[in-house]
């Protein structure tokens, strides 16, 4: 696997990246990817279905020029910022055949993570579908596109991230998984005892991504910019 340690200028520009390096794969053109990257400021970046009244507080986020956007997955709302770790995975189905399933490539994808980051600090377990938890609170939300050939898995990972602006720009969901049982942002996350260069180290490690990937698709994110994630008609769609 291909490691691509890369944040690009722009917010809308990063999540086009991880669209394009999925159609790269797709098409023949590129292949199995581990891609890590940053957002120094606060961000929120709404799931494809996320509904923007529902999820964020929309004034405060303009008041405070905190940038909005939506991705190409599915999942609910995150907060980017500081102290939040952002990789992305594009797998191939041939990979193993859990990968061919929604479910079973969750348990597949985070049970290795979770393995991984676990060690020395505790058990990191999987709850709700596309969550890592530490001690039943939350680190982790992942989330996933798909096409006929390879899977698009990205997440974030909190370590050191400034937990109460969660709740400062973002709702409590209207959604929520079982295991969350009522508790606000800020009784419901923590951050990962880890430093984020140990977090990276151990991706790198259980994906084998050693071999650089020395060239991306950059036209591709020039056209998803313009059509997409620049676009805020795709922004403000729900």
């Known amino acids: 696997m291909r490691l691509l340690d890369l944040t690009l200028p722009s917010l809308a520009e990063n999540l086009a990246l991880d669209e394009a390096l999925l159609l790269a794969a797709e098409s023949g053109e590129g292949g199995e990817v581990l891609r890590i990257w940053h957002w120094p400021v606060p961000a929120v970046v709404l799931g494809s279905g996320g509904k923007l009244a529902d999820d964020v507080r929309e004034e405060v986020c303009r008041a405070e020029s905190v940038p909005i956007a939506r991705r190409s997955s599915g999942g609910g709302t995150v907060l980017l910022g500081r102290g939040c770790l952002i ?36 058990t990191v377990e999987r ?15 992942t989330a996933q596109q798909r096409k006929r050939a390879f899977l698009l898995h990205h997440g974030t990972l909190l370590h050191d991230f400034d937990l109460p602006t969660i709740s400062h720009y973002l709702h409590e969901p209207p959604l929520q998984p079982e295991y969350r049982a009522g508790r606000g942002h800020l009784e419901f ?21 050693h071999d650089l990937l020395a060239n991306w698709p950059t ?19 729900r």
């Open 87 to 122: 990789y992305t995975l594009v797998l191939s189905y041939q990979r193993d055949p859990e990968l061919t399933q929604i479910g079973s490539s969750y348990r597949f994808i985070l049970g290795r993570i979770g393995k991984a980051l676990g060690e020395g600090i505790g």
């Open 219 to 237: 036209q591709t994110v020039r056209h998803l910019v313009a059509a997409k994630y620049g676009n805020p008609t795709w922004t403000n769609r």
């Open 189 to 209: 996350v923590c951050n990962l005892p880890l430093e984020g260069e140990e977090i990276e180290r151990r991706l790198r490690s259980v994906w084998e991504a």
């Open 127 to 141: 709850a709700g579908i596309s969550d890592l938890i530490l001690s039943g609170r939350k680190f982790s939300g």
